[in-house]
């Protein structure tokens, strides 16, 4: 067979996407990182008949304006990589909002074909789709799916097919005449006439985006054209949008809306239903603060402290530490490697204190897999739910007072899950100020699920202190957000977000979600584990560790520390909860005072972002962001230990 | 009434800001044989040997001409987004259209604005005084609604790209329907099907022409 087709799925988030890709490609679906950037994408090889296509599943992205770097991503694969054949996924039900885009898709002269899914939602509703009409109006392939169950997906197929072979594929490219206002047609026009050059999209798509002021596609016109071209181009371009008294997108976008407006208007009929009263009691639930409120905190206190913290972090962590590997698998790896050798060193390396098997395996299966793993479970649940967006509404206002706004509620609480994780998601927010501060706040003041845990159920053992640790994280929290608001240049950021219906989650969809971020939970995490133990291995063996260990004596002197918790610290650099559970163990040998403890769980939360999350750092953020972020920290988390520890004891406390 | 030329409205809105918001009166001997002044004097506007040079009448009728011009560059910046240089020279084209009662409609419409888009006060009309008694206004923005409220949208008021292609990814467009869900933490609104939530900085930028006032029995909050 010739050279490999490329099929790309796109349309915006929540339509289906993932499940056509999945329900398309089996299960052979491989992950990487877009170019240059953190940006996921799902690829996977296909036969169609004897076609080799690649599969490419698309960020998310609601119109060709980009207007995030996920959006842009996605665009640059329609750009750079003209795929052969496009599959534009909508939801059903709002198949009004997803229009726009595919009129740019057919104006890009893309190959597209419409998945109109999620139908059984939209008949649900009331609402009656004429397929065949949407066919016509549009004069491309359109085929009704509902992804989840598989069905559709075999007329896909066979749409995609024909595509490939061209044969009896409905001519696209062209063949809808997009009515543009007369005030831009003219301009529209002569700008398409003025590109020279070979372009992988329709000029006329080139032309409207050039309009829009998109920077990326001028960027793109400027390298092509001659640069005496370019400049006629521009001053085009610039006489369009002084003669305009409205802005131009605009002008542009509601041309779009009135064609899909008119489209559905023949083939969509809509039963108007108002909402059931049990939706309406739910929403209000969520959005009125005087509900919403003692609902958020009911759900973190069972959510996040009964589930994760007690059940998790409590039964499920004592059960694998004392039951499962204290009593079978440490006991089962020791007694091999007894047998196997008799040289000290080798055996310390996998079985011994710091062991491979019995730290760093230990750590990652007994301790860490249950919390973290009911943690994602949680965070699955409310985020199918649609509630996580509505704590985002709730939270607007008091998020601003750190510089952030309510769509930052979502990498936060994923931070209470793993800051690493967190960081990446980050990228939603929109402006550059916005990220330097929930980055920053995450390194310092957002404790991993697996450290919240851990600290949990050493201090949960000493009574009330859970909440001065509380209070103390919050405080620093607020101030320093505070501050940061105040310092950083730049505009206030704004907030929108979208509201989906809350509905009752699917089961397995949660479990797959859950499983899906716990595989690339160990695949991060688990070699981090074992190199940990390696290099503790070698730090030991080589006695640098000692020189760094005695090196932070003197500080945790300061902040009135014992210097059995230095290596606590050290190792607190290579995972958050690494650290955090060291101190478990130094507490179940009684070794520590509360105040100790305490002292040590605060500076513990605040101290250093582990390796994961330093590194992620460094690439989202550039290395001069990141060590900035971490020099504060070091500072900043040993002065709060400070005064807490002096606070502590003109209390009273031991 | 003898209908104004262009010409002797224009020096009747200069001599009224002159006058009124300089507190100045200028010497108008060098220009005396202009023919709109003459016009003006004939029409009995405005007397030259007075000290306060416009007449009662010509000070009512300069006070409209402030109004009208005021109130096109309102309409053109609100409806039509222009701005100066074209803005001005526009409103003073426009407004000599404003006759009839007309600029009391479009006043309406506009939601009785206080302020021309060069942040002057435009002069009070009949209209605006009426709205003072009985409260309802036409075009509002979205932060004025109250929940349950149903509007059309008119025009998104601002030129930030990046703000418009935030409202414009929401389906925010002019004729869309509306409606206020909540006021607070955040706006929650719904458009065709879906369901959003903004910050009050976006909210006042979206105006709409209010379709369904809610009874007024449901807010007594307000």
Known sequence: ?654 | MQKLTDAEEEILESLWIEIKENKKIPDLKIIKDEPALQGLISKNFLKLDSKDLLTSTGLKEAELCVRRHRLSERLLADLFALKDPLLHEAGCKFEHGLHHGLEDSVCTLLGHPKKCPHGLAIPAGECCRRFEKTPQRLIVSLKELDPGDIGKISYVNTHDSQILNRLISMGILPGSQIKLLHRFPSYVFEISNSSFAIDSDLAENIHVLLLNKKAPADKKHK
Not at chain 1, 132 to 145: E, F, M, N, Q, Y
Not at chain 1, 432 to 445: C, G
Not at chain 1, 499 to 525: A, D, H, Q, S
């Open chain 1, 1 to 654: 067979m010739s050279k490999e087709k490329k099929i790309a799925i796109v349309g915006s988030p929540n339509v289906g996407k993932s499940s056509i890709f999945n329900n398309l490609s089996g299960r052979y679906a491989t992950v990487s990182n877009y170019p240059g950037t953190t940006v996921e994408l799902f690829n996977s090889h296909i036969h169609i008949k004897n076609y080799q296509c690649q599969l490419i599943d698309t960020p998310g992205m609601y119109s060709f304006l980009p207007l995030s770097e996920e959006e842009a991503i996605a665009r640059r694969i329609l750009l750079d990589d003209k795929p052969d054949v496009v599959i534009h996924v909508a939801a059903a039900k709002d198949l009004d909002r997803s229009l726009p885009l595919t009129l740019q898709l057919i104006e890009a002269s893309l190959n597209v074909i419409l998945v109109v899914n999620i139908m059984d939602e939209a008949s649900k509703q009331g609402m009656v789709i004429d397929i065949d009409k949407l066919r016509s109006s549009l004069g491309i392939a359109v085929i009704p799916t509902v992804s989840i169950r598989g069905s559709g997906i075999k007329e896909l197929k066979g749409e995609i097919l024909r595509a490939l072979e061209k044969k009896d594929t409905l001519k696209a490219a062209g063949s809808l005449n997009l009515d543009y206002p007369l005030i831009i047609k003219d301009e529209i026009d002569s700008l398409t006439k003025a590109l020279s050059k070979n372009y992988r999209l329709s000029k006329k798509l080139i032309s409207t985006l050039l309009l829009q002021s998109d920077p990326e596609i001028k960027k793109i016109v400027k390298r092509k054209e001659e640069s005496k071209d370019f400049e006629k181009i521009n001053n085009l371009i610039e006489e369009a949008k002084e003669k305009s008294a409205q802005p131009i997108e605009y002008i542009i976008n509601m041309a779009l809306k009135e064609k899909s407006t008119q489209v559905i208007s023949q083939a969509v009929k809509e039963k108007k239903k108002s909402k059931s009263s049990t939706a309406n009691f739910f929403e209000m639930l969520t959005l009125k603060p005087i509900f919403a409120i003692p609902l958020l905190i009911l759900f973190l206190y069972f959510g996040i402290y009964k589930l994760v913290g007690e059940f998790g972090s409590g039964t499920c962590v004592d059960f694998l530490e004392s039951v499962v590997f204290e009593g079978y698998i440490n006991p089962f790896f020791i007694a091999i490697f007894d047998k196997l050798t008799n040289i000290e060193l080798i055996k310390s390396l996998f079985v011994g204190e710091y062991g491979i098997i019995t730290l760093g395996f230990r750590y990652a299966v007994a301790i860490v897999l249950p919390i973290v793993g009911i943690f994602f479970f949680v965070f699955s649940f409310a985020e199918d739910t649609g509630y996580l967006p509505r704590v985002g509404a709730m939270m607007d206002r008091l998020f601003k007072k750190i510089g952030l706004s309510g769509r930052a509620v979502i990498p936060m609480v994923l931070g209470l899950g793993c800051d690493t994780m967190a960081t990446m998601v980050v990228r939603i927010l929109p402006s550059k100020r916005e990220r330097i501060i929930a980055t920053f706040l995450l390194s310092l003041s957002i404790p991993c699920s697996a450290q919240l845990g851990v600290i949990m159920s050493v201090l949960s053992k000493r009574g009330h202190v859970v909440f001065i640790w509380f209070f103390t994280i919050m405080i620093v929290f607020s101030f320093t957000g505070f501050l940061l608001n105040k310092v950083l240049k730049g505009r206030r950021p704004s907030f929108n977000i979208e509201l989906p219906p809350l509905r009752l989650p699917r089961m397995n969809n949660i479990f797959r979600k859950t499983y899906i971020r716990l595989k690339w939970y160990f695949k991060e995490v688990l070699p981090l584990f074992i190199w940990a133990s390696i290099l503790i291995w070698v730090g030991q063996l080589t006695k640098i560790f000692d020189l760094i260990v005695s090196g932070l004596n003197l500080p945790l002197k300061v902040i009135g520390l014992p210097k059995d918790l230095s290596d606590v610290f050290l190792f607190g650099f290579f995972r958050r909860d690494y650290g955090a559970a060291g101190l478990y163990d130094l507490e179940k040998q009684g070794l520590l005072t509360t105040r100790e403890i305490l002292v040590a769980a605060v500076v513990l939360t605040l101290f250093l972002p582990c390796i994961a999350q330093l590194l992620i750092n460094i690439k989202e953020r550039g290395i001069k962001m990141a060590i900035t972020i971490s020099a504060f920290i070091l500072v900043f988390s040993f002065s709060v230990g400070f005064v807490l520890n002096k606070v502590l004891l003109v209390a009273g406390m031991q």
